[in-house]
């Protein structure tokens, strides 16, 4: 049974126009509905509706069975029905039902006629999930067709009754064509007929299915063909168009270029439902990415390890930050080297440079950066920095955080 | 622990070393023989697995500098197929990858090092005649793979101690695979000080050892690395959701 939800993509079916216009309802909607879409007098529909009712009762059961297939009209509210009102399609299937299960013990008729009915109501009661129009209509109250649809009642007391509904109208055609003495002989030839139906139609039904699938697994490839494709435009042709123009400034193509590197790169590794919002690490390599951008000095960044960052990491990180963008700036080195060691114990991290190097007492007192910013840091989260440089030989800047202290 | 250096390397010591280039990016084999032809004699370069085997049993160079990543299997591939008969033949893996686990797997293979292609010409080429001579060569990078790769799995053991046996070596197993499956506390030091940036130079002053020292530690680094049988050499298998491999 096909009886997955209708999804929000599909396409929105076949009745589209029509619709029950809640507003104007007397009873369900069907008649205004009907009216509507024809373009006649809702009270002539309504006539005609009240006449057939009285037929044998077949348009009660016919009014029924629209009530539960035929979706309100969007938006479309109905202001004063009490809530045991929205199982009356329900009600109204079972009494006919009913109605019909009693007309047929009582008179065994022969028309053949009520079986279908019985059929059809069993058929709408289990049909009516699948056929569910527009599971994504604008909000508005809880309707009929959302008590039908809400899958906690499309359960087994749903699916019972529809198939004994079923069970029974086809019992009752089989009584109404004669065959209940031969049950026997009729169930075999079902069997046989059913499984050389199998027989013959199976490996087609099978290939659709596999090729339903195939065709599936090929669209989610193009899919993400497409997502890779997307991507690579936005980035890296982006990055190269970029190269081509500024040909001529070298730093500048380096830059470009390492950057497009760095994002590419972190593209590739990424994990989908990864996050590296919070990690050491992370947070390191962010800040030389930084760095590097803003200073056009490169910084090669190797960890070992990794930890969640808080507090007294996010020092270190700072820290390290305000290091690397004083080598960046002040040193003249070509590159710059971070190294960061993460432990259970601690964390260490290595903010290293080849350039002038400096003599760290001689920093007057009004440059701030050093000590307040790498120095002062360290010690307020009860970590400790070291510099460590001298003019010409570049410098070292060493950071250590005990991990019991940091959390 | 360092390798007594073969007759072939010895030679190329004092002339230019001759190399072969295995790359599957044509432009970057042109660029890189640009690049070195000064200093480095580049006696030929291959596209794939199959031209590059052919190509270094005939020319028999002292490098061959090798991409990790190429398509038949890469540099891990043509290692394996010309380890039998070309032992005095030294590999430099080459690589913009930074997957440690296709870089440890190309040192596992054989090769005496790893650089990043982003590697200038001068300190490729320098890597490239240490590598002739016999040394191997640990870009900051590699050092950090390594240093990861022995990580002990209780934590900081024998990283900060200054000398003394390291915590574990209660464990039961053989004293020649235990030897194998970690660090000494000083080749720790020396690859911590690569992986900061330090030059094999100034990594002797730092620690007060010399050059030939350091050397002979990275050696023996490497030597374990291709030896130990332990399996969490592999661990960034499972573990590399924590270890960050993204590089600047």
């Known amino acids: 049974m096909a009886s997955a939800p209708a999804s929000a993509g599909q396409p929105k079916a076949h009745v589209a126009s029509l619709r029950r216009p809640l507003d104007r309802a007397l009873l369900g909607g069907v008649c205004a509905g009907l009216a509507e879409r024809m373009g006649v007098e809702v009270l002539v529909v309504r006539v005609l509706a009240v006449m057939a009712a009285t037929v044998g009762g077949l348009g009660v059961a016919a009014y029924a069975l629209a009530w539960a297939l035929i979706p309100a009209s969007p938006g479309s509210v109905r202001s004063r029905r009490p809530g045991a009102w929205r199982q009356a399609p329900l009600i109204v299937l079972t009494v006919a039902a009913l109605f019909a299960g009693v007309h047929l013990a009582g008179s065994h008729v022969g028309e053949g006629l009520w079986p279908l009915v019985l059929g059809a109501c069993g058929m709408a009661l289990l049909w009516r999930p699948a056929v569910a129009l527009d599971a994504s209509l604008p909000k508005r109250r809880p309707t009929l067709r959302d008590y039908l649809n809400r899958p906690a009642q499309v359960g087994a007391p749903r699916l019972i009754a529809g198939g004994l509904f079923v069970a029974f109208g086809a019992a009752a055609l089989l009584h109404a064509v004669g065959v209940q003495h031969s049950l026997g002989k009729a169930i075999w030839a079902v069997a046989i007929i059913g499984m050389v139906l199998g027989m013959v139609v199976g490996p087609w039904v099978m290939r659709m299915g596999s090729s339903l699938s195939f065709e599936r697994a090929a669209r989610i490839r193009e899919q993400e063909r497409a997502e890779v494709a997307a991507h690579l435009h936005d980035s890296v042709l982006q990055t190269l168009a970029l190269i081509q123009k500024r040909a001529g400034d070298p730093r500048e193509v380096a830059g470009l270029a390492r950057r497009q590197e760095r994002e590419l790169r972190s593209w590739l590794l990424r994990r989908p439902g990864e996050s590296e919002q919070d990690s050491v690490t992370g947070a390191l390599e962010r800040a030389a990415a930084e760095v590097e951008e803003l200073h056009g000095v490169p910084i090669e960044v190797v960890t070992v390890g990794d930890a969640p960052l808080n507090g007294g990491l996010e020092a270190v990180v700072q820290a390290a930050r305000e290091a690397m963008t004083n080598a960046a700036k002040f040193a003249g080195s070509e590159r710059v080297d971070l190294y960061a060691e993460v432990e259970d114990d601690r964390v260490e991290v290595f903010v290293r440079d080849r350039g002038v190097g400096f003599d760290l007492d001689a920093i007057p007192a009004d440059r701030r950066g050093v000590r307040d910013s790498i120095l002062a840091r360290m010690e307020r989260h009860d970590g400790r920095a070291a510099v460590k440089s001298s003019p010409g030989a570049g410098t070292e800047v060493e950071l250590v955080m005990e991990r019991a202290a940091s959390t | ?248």
């Open chain 2, 1 to 248: 622990m360092r390798e007594p250096a073969s007759e072939a390397a010895a030679e190329s010591v004092s002339a230019k070393p001759r190399v072969v280039i295995v790359d599957d990016h044509h432009l970057f084999r042109s660029g890189v023989r640009t690049e070195l032809g000064e200093e480095l004699e580049v006696v030929g370069d291959a596209g794939t697995v199959e031209d590059a085997v052919a190509l270094i049993r005939e020319q028999r160079p002292d490098v061959v500098l090798l991409d990790v990543h190429m398509p038949d299997g890469g540099g891990v591939e043509v290692i394996a197929r010309l380890s039998e008969e070309c032992q005095d033949i030294r590999f430099l893996a080459l690589s913009v990858s930074d997957a440690a686990e296709d870089v440890i797997a190309v040192i596992r293979a054989g090769a005496r090092g790893y650089v990043t292609k982003t590697i200038s010409a001068t300190e490729l080429a320098d890597a490239v005649r240490r590598v002739a001579g016999g040394d191997a060569v640990f870009s900051p990078r590699l050092a950090g793979f390594v240093l990861d790769a022995f990580a002990q799995d209780g934590g900081a053991g024998g990283t900060h101690g200054a000398g003394g046996p390291p915590a574990t070596s209660a464990e039961p197993a053989a004293q020649g695979d235990r030897e194998l499956d970690q660090l000494t506390p000083r080749e720790r030091e020396v690859l911590r000080h690569i992986a900061r940036g330090y030059m094999y130079k100034e990594v002797a002053q730092s620690l007060g050892i010399s050059v030939k020292t350091v050397e002979a530690h990275v050696s023996s680094v490497l030597r374990k690395l291709q030896l130990s049988s332990r399996h969490e050499l592999s661990r960034w298998a499972v573990q590399r959701r924590l270890v960050s491999l993204d590089g600047p």
